[in-house]
């Protein structure tokens, strides 16, 4: 018999057990590539960063909410019962929604959580909300926010592309040029949300190499594209794709490039676009002069490249990273302008990608079903935020906000309700979420281990991981189906989040008094294998449909894992568009791709005249900030785990450099400041400073640094508490929306200087547990 199997993000592992404990992972035997991280899931289960029992910060035990908020983060905990903690929760729950409304409680409770249908943190926590009376949640992804929602009004909505994203299957066999615009990183497609059966990104995209495709990496660091590709790359400035997709643009109109028939059939609004591109509104022609000056790319690189996309087939790929700055809705947009300009969109191999190598799934040739997942109801309150504009809200009770041409206004947010997420990790500029988060009232997560969040709410719920329950892990970008058997006693203490607010819900009220109770409306009076069977049974009716059989839920439970029958063709986005416009419109105003939106012109949003355009970001080569902090970072997400999730992990461990997140730095830039391979260096600017340690690479383009995210955010309260001493990068991002128009994150770069550490650096703690007292 095979030992069982479970699933997370990066990947599917047995679990070999002795003496009835889970002693080592093993990599699933279908997966060419397995991720190493997943090591980590055994090692940390029981290590220091456990939570082992519900736990209450002392000053909110003692005084509730008339406590020192400052002190969260660095104040002893209270290990106190269940009892006691569900009993806490349920007051402050019913307090808040009394006195201040259902709008007062945040659970917006962004992040990657675990994999799982039904024992995924969020989606409980927003189906328990919804019976209890809703509450303030949020909208969109930190990942793409600003595609989200420009995509909608110019093409389709950016997750029906994803599903239907052409395949590198079909790239190898019809493509010639894949230009990828922010790189295509492999050390990203080890994740894909809800599960990884198979990683496959990699051979995928060298198979197409060997087909003779060819790469072309648009970034500024050359190693963003995977050496065995032989990728050409052109250095860019960050933050100036825009400015280089433009005069490719320019060149393909003033040299008789760009598809005319392609643009009057399928698209609307070239004709109002094209006085902008040539000058006509503004006296300034968007030329590969004029953005070289920007790029810092030479004129004649951008010519080439424009004749050289209009004469082969040519895939344009846009990380996802793109969308992660000032004005993100831009790149996206001139993204699917440029492509429309060659013509070669819902065409075999050629068009625009979106995020290819940005996850495993995006274009894999995998089985598709929309997967059952756990039901999560009606919010019936409407307030929300976009999903960055925490600290925002936080701030500023009854502020306005503008989101996708609608104004609305800031709750009165007295409670956060956060579970499977770390937003003192992922959340720019974390010293301003430092100063919101103290106007709160009462923080209550969910969480097994000690991150940065968990040390900063008042009363912290333990949860089980993945190998201590039951779960299918599937997702609709992944052709596997996996049985994720409990392997392990829960931890400690530690509940699953559906037990802990089925408890909750035995202590509460139901908005509806004619339910039979909240607590069975809840659980729906299922066990948690009952509920696998449903969700598993309810996957089978809807494969049905799209022509896949899966056997009876014993059988795949007995065999533990199933694959769909991947497509018998390779995928081509919006190809059934291309064959007929009419009879297959997008959803868009017009049922065509619009180059310019009147929608969007209606909005009058400044700097956004109805079509893509080029916006400089404040912190700017001409601004004043440069000439103190004159390197760029660029932000990214790190190798060795998923965001902050097993930081604490061997693996994320053995990538640190004494102890600290290792940034990259040219050799050029390390030589003027006396800076050596190994060195403590501490990165700083006019939000806060953080200790790496530096890495010299001649692959990084001069002026840029390179810093993973996810590193625990760890304060240093001795010397300077605006520094984190293990470096994490989003002490020093900006806390800034991408426009009006998404209000996205726009955090992945920002202008710093670095020096050599000037004095012994101090300890790194955030591994270590906070000090826990016991209930008197």
């Known amino acids: 018999m095979s030992p069982p199997l479970t699933s997370s993000h990066w990947g599917t592992y047995r679990v070999e057990m002795e003496a009835g404990q889970p002693v080592a992972l093993k990599s699933f035997e279908a997966d060419p590539h397995p991720s190493p991280i997943g090591a980590s899931m055994l090692e940390t289960r029981t290590g220091p960063c456990r939570i082992s029992q ?3 910060r002392r000053g909110f035990l003692e005084k509730g909410i008339d406590s020192d908020r400052g002190r969260r983060g660095h104040e ?22 009394d006195q201040f409304g259902h709008s007062a409680i945040y659970a917006g409770s962004y992040g990657w959580a675990s994999a799982g249908r039904f024992h995924h943190a969020q989606s409980q926590l927003r189906r328990f909300m919804s019976l209890y009376g809703g509450c303030t949640t949020s909208r969109d992804s930190y990942s793409y926010a600003a595609a989200e929602v420009i995509l909608p009004h110019v093409v389709a909505p ?4 994803i599903e239907a994203h052409t395949s590198w299957s079909s790239i190898t066999d019809s493509g010639k040029l894949v230009v990828a615009f922010g790189g295509m990183a492999l050390r990203n497609s080890q994740m894909n949300a809800g599960g990884v059966g198979v990683h496959s990104q990699a051979e995928d995209m060298r198979a197409a190499r060997q087909a003779g495709v060819e790469f072309i990496n648009i970034s500024p660091c050359n190693s963003d594209v995977d050496g065995e590709l032989d990728a050409e790359w052109i250095s860019i400035r960050p933050n100036t794709d825009v400015a280089l997709m433009l005069a490719l643009a320019h060149t393909l109109v003033i040299e008789g490039l760009h598809d005319q028939t392609f643009l009057a059939r399928y698209c609307t609004g070239f004709a109002r676009f094209l006085p902008y591109l040539m000058g006509t509104t503004d006296g300034l022609a968007k030329d590969a002069d004029w953005a070289a000056g920007i790029t810092g790319i030479p004129p004649a690189t951008i010519m080439a490249l424009a004749r050289r996309m209009a004469s082969t087939p040519t895939m344009i790929n846009g990380s996802w990273s793109l969308t992660r700055q000032q004005n993100g809705e831009q790149p996206i947009w001139m993204l699917v302008v440029l492509a429309a300009m060659l013509g ?3 065409q075999p191999g050629t068009g625009f990608g979106l995020g290819l190598g940005a996850v495993n799934g995006v274009g894999a040739a995998r089985g598709y079903l929309p997967w059952a997942a756990l039901p999560t109801g009606y919010n019936p309150i409407d307030d929300f935020i976009p999903v960055a504009r925490i600290s925002d809200m936080l701030l500023n009770p009854g502020g306005e906000f503008q989101y996708n041409g609608g104004n609305y206004t800031y709750p009165d947010t007295r409670l956060v309700y956060w579970v499977g997420g770390n937003p003192f990790h992922h959340h720019q500029d974390i ?9 709160i009232e009462t923080v209550i997560v969910h969480e097994p281990f000690w991150t940065s ?4 709410a008042d009363i912290v719920l333990p949860t089980t991981v993945g190998l201590e329950r039951n779960d299918l892990a599937a997702s609709t970008r992944d052709g596997y189906l996996v049985a994720m058997e409990r392997v392990a006693e829960p931890f400690g203490m530690a509940w699953n989040d559906h037990d802990i607010f089925a408890g909750l819900a035995r202590r509460l009220r139901a908005i509806d008094a004619k339910q039979p109770g909240f607590e069975d409306a809840f ?8 509920w696998l069977r449903h969700l598993y049974e309810e996957s089978a009716r809807r494969g049905e449909i799209l022509g896949h059989r899966l056997p009876n839920f014993d059988s795949f439970w007995a065999e533990g894992s199933l694959e769909l029958a991947p497509p018998s063709e390779p995928c081509v986005m919006l190809k059934d568009f291309r064959v007929d416009p009419d009879a297959n419109p997008l959803t868009t105003p017009s049922g065509l791709i619009e180059i310019f939106s009147e929608t969007i012109a209606s909005f009058a949003l400044k700097g956004n005249p109805g079509h893509p355009v080029w916006q400089a970001p404040d912190e700017w080569l001409g ?3 440069v000439q103190i902090y004159p390197l760029h970072l660029v932000t990214h997400q790190p190798s060795r785990r998923l965001h902050s999730q097993l930081d604490q992990g061997p693996h994320s461990l053995a990538g640190k450099i004494k102890g600290r997140e290792p940034c990259r730095i040219n050799p050029e830039d390390a030589g003027s400041r006396g800076i050596n391979d190994g060195d403590l260096v501490c990165l700083f600017n006019n939000r806060g400073s953080c200790i790496s340690a530096a890495k010299i690479d001649a692959d990084l383009r001069p002026g840029v640094i390179m810093l993973a995210t996810g590193a625990w955010y760890d304060p240093d309260l001795a010397n300077d508490p605006n520094r984190c001493k293990h470096g994490n990068p989003n002490v020093l991002t900006r806390d800034f929306p991408t426009s009006p128009l998404a209000s996205g994150p726009s955090a992945l770069t920002c202008l710093v200087e670095i020096e050599r550490l000037p004095q012994e650096a101090p300890e790194v703690t955030i591994h270590q547990p906070p000090p826990i007292i016991e209930a008197p």
């Open 54 to 56: 519900p736990m209450v």
């Open 158 to 161: 950016m997750s029906s592309l």
């Open 344 to 346: 070669g969109i819902g």
């Open 623 to 625: 601004s004043e900030l």
């Open 76 to 97: 002893e905990f209270v290990a106190v019962s269940w009892e006691t903690a569900l009993n806490l929760v349920a007051h402050e729950l019913d307090r808040v929604r």
């Open 431 to 439: 010293n301003r979420l430092l100063e919101a988060w103290q106007k």
């Open 523 to 530: 659980t729906g009076g299922r066990s948690e294998k009952d």
């Open 453 to 456: 969040t968990a040390r900063r």
